[in-house]
C-alpha cells in the first residue's frame, strides 16, 4: 500500500513515475504498451499502465516460456525501480530514512489492489521450477526464487538507472498535472513524448 507520508497530490505523481517505468520496460522488451491512468478509490490512489503480456509467436520452447516470463517480471520490477528514483528526486528524506525492501512491499497498487510483489510472487515458482528442480526445504526453494528476482531486477535497475526517457518524460507527465491535472496519457501521447525526449538527446 502507498505510505502515509505523500499527501494526495504527491501519491500521484508518484504513481505516474511508478506506471511510466512499467511502461518503458515493456516497451524496451517488446511488448505491446497502451495508455498511462492515475485514479483514486477507498484505498488511495492506483496507477494502470497498459501492457499487453500476451506472446506474439508461439512459445515452442521452455527457454522460450522463461523468457517471456523473464521479461514480465522485469517489467513489474521495473515499476518499484521508477518509485525508488522518484523519492530520490522528490523526496529525499523518505529515500534516506527507506531501504530497497521498503518501497518493494510498499508498492503502488493497480485497481485490482495488488502490488508488482504480488504479481512477482505468482510468476517466480512457475520460473523457479524451468530452470531448477524446486527445492523441497522452503530456505533453499526462497533462495532458488530469489537469485531469478535477483537477475530480473539488476536487468531493470541496469535498463532505468540514468535514463532520459524516464527522466524526461517524467518530468513533462507531472507538468501535465501540475497544469491541467491531467491524469491519464494516451499511447499516442506517450510514444511522442519519447520521440520528444531522443529528439532532445541529441540536439
Known amino acids: 500500500m502507498i505510505h502515509n507520508h505523500l499527501d494526495a497530490e504527491k501519491q500521484c ?17 517488446g511488448f505491446d504498451v497502451g495508455s498511462i491512468t492515475i485514479e483514486k478509490s477507498n484505498f488511495g490512489v492506483y496507477g494502470n499502465s497498459e501492457i499487453n503480456p500476451s506472446p506474439k509467436t508461439k512459445l515452442d520452447s521452455t527457454n522460450a516460456i522463461y523468457e517471456h516470463l523473464f521479461n514480465r517480471v522485469c517489467i513489474l520490477n521495473a515499476g518499484v525501480i521508477a518509485d525508488i528514483l522518484w523519492h530520490k ?50 530456505k533453499l526453494l526462497k533462495e532458488q526464487m530469489d537469485a531469478i528476482q535477483k537477475q ?15 527522466e524526461f518524460m517524467g518530468n513533462e507527465l507531472i507538468k501535465e498535472f501540475e497544469k491541467l491535472g491531467k491524469q491519464q496519457f494516451t499511447t499516442e501521447y506517450l510514444i511522442k513524448l519519447q520521440e520528444n525526449s531522443r ?3 541529441s540536439l
Not at 521498503?102 to 521450477?129: C, H, Q, R, W
Open 13 to 29: 505523481k508518484r504513481a505516474m513515475y511508478h506506471e511510466l517505468g512499467h511502461w518503458l520496460m515493456g516497451r524496451n522488451v
Open 152 to 166: 530480473a531486477w539488476d536487468s531493470s535497475l541496469c535498463f532505468l538507472q540514468n535514463n532520459k526517457d524516464l
Open 89 to 138: 528526486k522528490y523526496e529525499p528524506e523518505i529515500d534516506s530514512k527507506n531501504d530497497t525492501c521498503f518501497f518493494y512491499n510498499n508498492g503502488v497498487m493497480d485497481k485490482t489492489a495488488i502490488t508488482d510483489k504480488g504479481k512477482i510472487e505468482e510468476l517466480l515458482p512457475i520460473m523457479n521450477s524451468i530452470v531448477n528442480t524446486p527445492a523441497q526445504d522452503k
Open 199 to 201: 529528439a532532445s538527446e
